[in-house]
DNA sequence: AGGGGAACCCGTACGC
DNA sequence: TGCGTACGGGTTCCCC
């Protein structure tokens, strides 16, 4: 039985959903691509993936608009057009934004941008999300989500206060969207692997010491993703159809049964804390 | 309130 | 070999 196909590794499927660092490259390089272009024309595809507009009217109101700024927010790729409305697009499992991309039978929302350009929405299995919002709907959205992990405001002296009034897993909480924006499981197993803190210990035992420690290890590896362009097992590409290159600097996700890098013990993989595939080291992680 | 579970999708893996 | 089915995975919504 191999074990390292590349795509799987110890029976499990990882399809290594875009979390932050996926999300934040693709909206930097969009931004680098598409901001100050026109859209010319659009076409849905695939309305189910819309929300908040029909394909009716996101066409007539996206159409003629011109695309300012790409920016991300939690997992989301945030485009700005003029004429205060802006498009959400959530990947979730297997979606991407593709710039100039060929032909494809996935793709569920199109733009045509001035000289040529387009940019499209690509989605197999389609549960992933594209929202036409004003700005009123999108202060509203925004508003219900937590503090960015990379922000100057979320601070080791701030996440007592985030975490006060949950009584769950420190990993469950530190992936709740309305308490911290963009951490997915990925990034919740490696960060607390990092920080040294049992991902089944209550939010509210943590003590001074570990929330420093927790803090820095968030921003420490979803610094370091990025800068990796983010973290590809099977479905992530990048605006260009790219891989990420942070699987291979995972310490604990996707390595159940592995010795652990700090201490050699063979780390435990369970769906206990969460139903989702947690990892740890049972003996560095206390 | 906050926790649990279903719904949303369909390619992939697996069972017979 | 081929067909049928269970599964996954983040978010939202509903229910308790």
Redesign the pocket.
């Known amino acids: 039985m191999a074990r390292n ?1 590349g ?2 590794s110890g ?7 875009p ?1 932050l660092p996926e999300t934040e490259t693709i909206a930097r390089d969009l931004n680098g691509l598409c901001a100050g272009l026109a859209v010319t024309g659009a076409r849905i595809l ?1 309305p ?2 819309l929300r908040g507009s029909t394909s009716v009217r996101f066409v007539r109101d996206v159409a003629q608009a011109r695309i300012s700024t790409v920016a991300r927010r ?3 790729i945030v485009l700005t057009l003029d004429r205060g409305i802006r498009i959400l697009v ?1 990947p ?3 979606g991407a934004l593709h710039f100039d991309l060929p032909a494809d039978p ?1 793709v569920a929302v199109h733009l045509d941008l001035e000289s040529g350009h387009t940019l499209d929405y690509r989605d ?4 992933g ?1 594209v929202a036409l919002v004003d700005e009123g709907g999108y202060a509203a ?1 925004s508003a ?2 937590g503090l960015e992990p990379l922000g100057e405001d979320f601070t080791a002296a701030v996440l007592p206060g985030i975490l006060r ?4 897993a420190i990993k ?2 530190i ?4 308490l911290i924006a ?1 951490i ?3 990034y919740a197993n490696e960060a607390l692997w990092l920080a040294g803190i049992d991902p089944s210990r209550p939010s509210g035992s943590l003590s001074a010491r570990q929330c420093e420690e927790l803090v820095a290890a968030i921003k420490n590896v979803l610094t370091a993703s990025i800068a990796a362009r983010g973290t590809t097992f099977r479905d992530y590409r990048d605006a260009s159809g790219g891989r990420g290159g942070f699987a291979a600097s995972l310490q604990c996700y996707s390595r159940g049964g592995e010795p652990c890098g700090r201490c050699g013990t063979r780390l435990t993989e369970t ?1 206990a804390v ?4 947690t990892v740890f080291c049972h003996r560095c992680q206390a």
Not at 124 to 127: I, Y
Not at 165 to 168: M, Y
Not at 274 to 277: P, V
């Open positions: 196909s795509q799987t029976g499990a499927k990882r399809s290594g959903v979390e695939r189910d993936v939690a997992k989301t959530t979730r499992f297997t996935y197999v299995r389609r549960l999300t959205w219900r989500i009034g949950t009584r769950s469950k909480a992936m709740d969207q309305r963009g997915g499981n990925i769906h969460d139903g989702r595939s």
